[in-house]
Structure formats: structure tokens, C-alpha cells
């Protein structure tokens, strides 16, 4: 038992840290990605014609929504034995907040007056054109802030993915604390890299979104 | 299959009390949460600059750092720093009510915010005491508007209580990974565990729409029986702004 907090454990465990802290933020980066493009094609998917569509992909996104990151995470790892783990963690990270992106969008496309729909319509625009000339460019700008924040809290979900033996920055922490039985210094240095990441993000979403009026 | 249903009656005993761990974890981490948003939310709308400071750094303290880190903290470095022992469960009950109490913080001093500036006033001409405003006037209107958002929270919550798992607390999870572990039935086992979270949440949302409905009525708005039953609201839940 060490009461104490162990510097010299603390500047020998942070490297260790930032060489998972890459791993962290590759997985947040490719997660928003595949978030940020699924979720939109979710939320034109549920603007669709027939309830044949719309109806299935929004009951699966609320299953989506409602069950724990950590179960869906954990479960897709043990059936796809043959994906590599972190392919495995970014695809469940990704599907889990498109489920919430989703959302974003159709709120940031119902925000498209009605107006711009009817004027389309009027200049008999085709559909494809209608969505690609002016409804997105509208919608999207709006919903930027939005993807932002789940950016910030994707980023703090990453822990998860040591579960499935991803080598991310808490693999990392919970390596070296078990080692050096240094779990103080481990642990601590873990959150407050965690800390110094977000708060600045946070900061600058928070900017953005007042920028853009909200 | 069939395999695994007999082993899922065997362990019957062993998945309820996990239930019960689960919903205990639930239950207690919002409690504690809820009374953290209050406090922190109320605090960062004193006229006092140390008392909105401290709100502040708390709040941005447990948001920053990560739950899953803050799980740990507790289980693992606190014994370590302080010679103090939480149990798993407690850790979990500790770290999420502090988690989601800063996030609720924000949703807190969202709402009051809310309220419009003539309610403050009225009741100020009206020589109301400060708790006796916030009592009768600002808090009934600024808890409507809180609902739907602590709904979101408290999903997220009890989404967050399969980490007991890692702290091998016996919670829900422990008890379907050893059905799964005896059978070898992945794909059933995690289904199950899924469709039981997801029935576990929208219970927790009608809970939700009934509180909501009964806030609204005292405020002599009156709304269908239909709104009892929908989902919850999708608006997201705000990580990084807050303001409104």
C-alpha cells in the first residue's frame, strides 16, 4: 500500500497513456464518421414515402437507443469472433450514435421551412435535387453544433472499447495499474488527460453554437 | 437454443437478484443524482461568484472526465489513496450520481433560466421570500420543462449500469454472462439482455410521462392519455453547451 500519490509512477505511466490516447482518438474520429454519414442516411430513410420503411427504422433505432453501449458492444465483439476488435468498436460506436444523429438530422431537416419544399416542387426539381441543392446544405449547417457534442461524449464512451481488448488509453491505464499496482497514479492521469481533451472541445462547441445563433 | 432457455431457468434465482442489483444501481444513482442537480444547478444561479464557481468546476469536473474513468477511480485508486473500501455497488451508486448530477446540473439551471423573467418579477412585487419564490413559483414551472431532459438522462443512466459488471458487482449483466459462458450462446444471450434493458427503459419512460403529465397538471395544463405511452423524447441530451 503506497498512501501517497507516486510521481515517479506517474511520468513512467503517461507515455504509456498517450500511445493508447492515439488509439482513443482514432476510434472517436472513425465512430463520428460512420455516426455522422449513417445517421443522416437514417434520417432521409425516415422521411420516406411508405411507412414500410419508415416504420422498421425507427423502431430499430429506438432498440438502438435504449440498450446499453456496453451490452451491444460486448455482444457484437463475441459473435464477430473474426472482425478485428477495434473494426468491431468503431462499427458499434458509429451504429450507436447514428441512432442519435439520426435525430439531429430530422430535427435540423424539419427546421428546413415548408416553403423551401414547395418552391422546389414548383421548379419541378427532382427529388435527389430538391435534398442535395437545398434541403442538406440548409439542414446540416444547423446540426453541426449538435454532432459536435456527440463527438465530446462518443470521446468519453471510448473506455468501453478496452473491454473488447482494444489497446486505447484505459486499456493502457488498467495494464500499467495492475503491473506496478500503481492504480492511483494510473487512474488519475487517465481522467485528467480525458479532462484536458474535453473541456476544450466543449468550450469551442459551446462558441459554435452560439455563433450559430442557438 | 433450447439449451439455453433450461440453463436461463436454472440461473433463474441468480438473473433476478441481478435484476435487483440493477435496478438497485438505477434507483439509487438517480436519487443521488437528482439531488445533485438541484443543488448544482440552483448554486450556478447565485448572485455569489464563489458559489456559481464552484458549481461550475464540479460540473465541468465530472463531465470532462470520462464515467468510465470515474467508475475506476472510485473501485480502484481511492482505496488506494485514502484506505477507504466502497463495495461494487456502491462505487457504481457514487460514481453515476455524480456523473449524471453534473449533467443534470445543466439541465437544472437550463429550466430555471427558462422561466420567464415577469414570473420573477410578479413574485418579487409581491414581497415573496426567495425559497418561498423558488418554491411556489419558479420551481413548478421550470420541473415541466426538466422532465423530458432528466427522462433522456435517466435512460442514459440505466444504460450505464452494465459497468458494474467490469467491477463484478452481481448486476444483470454478471448473472446473463454466466448463462452465456455456460451455453456458449452468444447471439441469444446478449439479444435477451438487450430486450430486457429495453423493456427496463421504456418502463422507466412511462414512469417518466406519467411524472410529466401530473407536473403539468398542477400547473393546469391538461394533455391526453395518448402522450403516456410514447417514447421518450428524442431531443438529445446536451453534453458540451447547456445553455439555452
Same mark, same amino acid.
Given at each position: 500500500?503506497?498512501?501517497?500519490?507516486?510521481?515517479?509512477?506517474?511520468?513512467?505511466?503517461?507515455?504509456?497513456?498517450?500511445?493508447?490516447?492515439?488509439?482513443?482518438?482514432?476510434?472517436?474520429?472513425?465512430?463520428?464518421?460512420?455516426?455522422?454519414?449513417?445517421?443522416?442516411?437514417?434520417?432521409?430513410?425516415?422521411?420516406?414515402?411508405?411507412?414500410?420503411?419508415?416504420?422498421?427504422?425507427?423502431?430499430?433505432?429506438?432498440?438502438?437507443?435504449?440498450?446499453?453501449?456496453?451490452?451491444?458492444?460486448?455482444?457484437?465483439?463475441?459473435?464477430?469472433?473474426?472482425?478485428?476488435?477495434?473494426?468491431?468498436? /468503431?462499427?458499434?460506436?458509429?451504429?450507436?450514435?447514428?441512432?442519435?444523429?439520426?435525430?439531429?438530422?430530422?430535427?435540423?431537416?424539419?427546421?428546413?421551412?415548408?416553403?423551401?419544399?414547395?418552391?422546389?416542387?414548383?421548379?419541378?426539381?427532382?427529388?435527389?435535387?430538391?435534398?442535395?441543392?437545398? /434541403?442538406?446544405?440548409?439542414?446540416?449547417?444547423?446540426?453541426?453544433?449538435?454532432?459536435?457534442?456527440?463527438?465530446?461524449?462518443?470521446?468519453?464512451?471510448?473506455?468501453?472499447?478496452?473491454?473488447?481488448?482494444?489497446?486505447?488509453?484505459?486499456?493502457?491505464?488498467?495494464?500499467?495499474?495492475?503491473?506496478?499496482?500503481?492504480?492511483?497514479?494510473?487512474?488519475?492521469?487517465?481522467?485528467?488527460?480525458?479532462?484536458?481533451?474535453?473541456?476544450?472541445?466543449?468550450?469551442?462547441?459551446?462558441?459554435?453554437?452560439?455563433?450559430?445563433?442557438? | 437454443?433450447?439449451?439455453?432457455?433450461? *440453463?436461463?431457468?436454472?440461473?433463474?434465482?441468480?438473473?433476478?437478484?441481478?435484476?435487483?442489483?440493477?435496478?438497485? $444501481?438505477?434507483?439509487?444513482?438517480?436519487?443521488? +443524482?437528482?439531488?445533485?442537480?438541484?443543488?448544482?444547478?440552483?448554486?450556478?444561479?447565485?448572485?455569489?461568484?464563489?458559489?456559481?464557481?464552484?458549481?461550475?468546476?464540479?460540473?465541468?469536473?465530472?463531465?470532462?472526465?470520462?464515467?468510465?474513468?470515474?467508475?475506476?477511480?472510485?473501485?480502484?485508486?481511492?482505496?488506494?489513496?485514502?484506505?477507504?473500501?466502497?463495495?461494487?455497488?456502491?462505487?457504481?451508486?457514487?460514481?453515476?450520481?455524480?456523473?449524471?448530477?453534473?449533467?443534470?446540473?445543466?439541465?437544472?439551471?437550463?429550466?430555471?433560466?427558462?422561466?420567464?423573467?415577469?414570473?420573477?418579477? +410578479?413574485?418579487?412585487?409581491?414581497?415573496?421570500?426567495?425559497?418561498?419564490?423558488?418554491?411556489?413559483?419558479?420551481?413548478? #414551472?421550470?420541473?415541466? #420543462?426538466?422532465?423530458?431532459?432528466?427522462?433522456?438522462?435517466?435512460? #442514459?443512466?440505466?444504460? $450505464? *449500469?452494465?459497468?458494474?459488471?467490469?467491477?463484478?458487482?452481481?448486476?444483470?449483466?454478471?448473472?446473463?454472462?454466466?448463462?452465456?459462458?455456460?451455453?456458449?450462446?452468444?447471439?441469444?444471450?446478449?439479444?435477451?439482455?438487450?430486450?430486457?434493458?429495453?423493456?427496463?427503459?421504456?418502463?422507466?419512460?412511462?414512469?417518466?410521462?406519467?411524472?410529466?403529465?401530473?407536473?403539468?397538471?398542477?400547473?393546469?395544463?391538461?394533455?391526453?392519455?395518448?402522450?403516456?405511452?410514447?417514447?421518450?423524447?428524442?431531443?438529445?441530451?446536451?453534453?458540451?453547451?447547456?445553455?439555452?
Amino acid at each position: 500500500m503506497n498512501p501517497t500519490f507516486d510521481w515517479e509512477a506517474a511520468r513512467e505511466a503517461l507515455p504509456l497513456l498517450l500511445e493508447g490516447f492515439r488509439v482513443t482518438l482514432l476510434a472517436t474520429v472513425l465512430g463520428t464518421l460512420v455516426a455522422a454519414v449513417l445517421g443522416l442516411a437514417i434520417a432521409v430513410a425516415g422521411r420516406a414515402p411508405s411507412r414500410l420503411v419508415t416504420v422498421p427504422v425507427k423502431a430499430v433505432m429506438e432498440f438502438v437507443r435504449s440498450t446499453p453501449l456496453l451490452v451491444q458492444l460486448v455482444g457484437a465483439a463475441a459473435v464477430f469472433t473474426s472482425v478485428e476488435p477495434l473494426t468491431v468498436g /468503431i462499427a458499434v460506436l458509429g451504429v450507436h450514435y447514428a441512432a442519435y444523429t439520426s435525430e439531429v438530422y430530422r430535427a435540423g431537416i424539419d427546421g428546413v421551412p415548408q416553403g423551401q419544399w414547395e418552391a422546389c416542387r414548383a421548379l419541378s426539381m427532382s427529388p435527389r435535387r430538391t435534398w442535395q441543392a437545398v /434541403i442538406l446544405p440548409q439542414a446540416v449547417r444547423n446540426v453541426l453544433p449538435a454532432l459536435g457534442n456527440y463527438a465530446v461524449s462518443m470521446f468519453k464512451e471510448t473506455p468501453f472499447l478496452a473491454v473488447i481488448t482494444v489497446q486505447e488509453m484505459v486499456f493502457e491505464a488498467r495494464k500499467y495499474g495492475a503491473d506496478h499496482f500503481a492504480y492511483t497514479e494510473a487512474w488519475t492521469l487517465a481522467g485528467l488527460v480525458f479532462l484536458v481533451a474535453s473541456y476544450p472541445t466543449s468550450l469551442l462547441m459551446r462558441k459554435l453554437e452560439k455563433r450559430l445563433g442557438h | 437454443m433450447s439449451d439455453f432457455f433450461s *440453463t436461463f431457468l436454472d440461473e433463474l434465482p441468480q438473473i433476478s437478484a441481478g435484476l435487483w442489483v440493477t435496478l438497485e $444501481a438505477t434507483v439509487l444513482g438517480s436519487l443521488l +443524482a437528482l439531488v445533485l442537480s438541484f443543488a448544482l444547478g440552483l448554486m450556478a444561479g447565485s448572485r455569489l461568484l464563489a458559489v456559481r464557481g464552484v458549481s461550475r468546476t464540479v460540473v465541468e469536473f465530472f463531465r470532462g472526465t470520462s464515467l468510465y474513468v470515474q467508475l475506476f477511480w472510485f473501485y480502484y485508486a481511492m482505496p488506494q489513496l485514502t484506505g477507504y473500501e466502497l463495495t461494487p455497488l456502491l462505487c457504481g451508486v457514487v460514481a453515476l450520481g455524480l456523473n449524471f448530477g453534473a449533467y443534470g446540473a445543466e439541465i437544472v439551471r437550463g429550466a430555471v433560466n427558462s422561466v420567464p423573467r415577469g414570473q420573477y418579477e +410578479a413574485a418579487l412585487a409581491l414581497n415573496m421570500s426567495p425559497v418561498h419564490r423558488m418554491r411556489k413559483v419558479i420551481l413548478p #414551472q421550470a420541473w415541466v #420543462q426538466m422532465i423530458p431532459s432528466f427522462t433522456n438522462l435517466l435512460i #442514459q443512466l440505466l444504460k $450505464a *449500469t452494465p459497468l458494474l459488471w467490469l467491477l463484478s458487482a452481481a448486476d444483470l449483466m454478471t448473472a446473463v454472462e454466466h448463462v452465456r459462458s455456460l451455453t456458449g450462446e452468444s447471439l441469444t444471450a446478449y439479444l435477451l439482455l438487450l430486450a430486457v434493458y429495453f423493456v427496463l427503459a421504456y418502463a422507466l419512460t412511462l414512469l417518466m410521462n406519467l411524472l410529466e403529465r401530473n407536473a403539468k397538471r398542477r400547473l393546469g395544463l391538461h394533455t391526453g392519455a395518448a402522450g403516456l405511452f410514447r417514447t421518450r423524447s428524442a431531443e438529445p441530451v446536451t453534453t458540451a453547451g447547456g445553455d439555452r
